[in-house]
Nanobody, 126 residues
Framework: QVQLVESGGGLVQAGGSVRLSCAVA????????MGWFRQAPGKEREFVAA????????FYADSVKGRFTISRDNAKNTVYLQMNSLKSEDTAVYYC???????????????????WGQGTQVTVSS
């Protein structure tokens, strides 16, 4: 069973940066396609970014493209989300997700990810 634990959230000013981490346990990270999603109060969970098992391929939501970067260190079983130029609309709980299937299959669809972390709050103050 895959366990995911996010960390790194907090309160940040608009225009600032924060890096989220997702520690993977229970399975070798390099076996898993990984994604980040977020959910703001009163809104549905939305896709943020995804990466292939190797980390070579990445894909982003239009709303974060050019500002966020997903990366992974499989040797450390950890996936990251570097968030720059933060805006108030980025305020949400951020979730890490893992899937056994190829990233091209799971990509933006949360229903295709089997494992989820507990989430970490990111609040951007304007």
């Amino acid at each position: 069973q895959v366990q995911l634990v996010e960390s790194g959230g907090g309160l940040v000013q608009a225009g600032g940066s924060v890096r989220l981490s997702c520690a993977v346990a229970g399975r070798t990270a390099s076996d898993l396609s990984m994604g980040w999603f977020r959910q703001a109060p009163g809104k549905e969970r939305e896709f943020v970014a995804a990466t292939s098992r190797s980390g070579v391929s990445t894909f982003y939501a239009d709303s974060v493209k050019g500002r966020f970067t997903i990366s992974r260190d499989n040797a450390k079983n950890t996936v990251y989300l570097q968030m720059n130029s933060l805006k108030s609309e980025d305020t949400a709980v951020y979730y890490c997700a893992a899937a056994v299937a190829s990233w091209a299959v799971v990509l933006t669809n949360p229903l295709r990810y089997e494992s989820w972390g507990q989430g970490t709050q990111v609040t951007v103050s304007s």
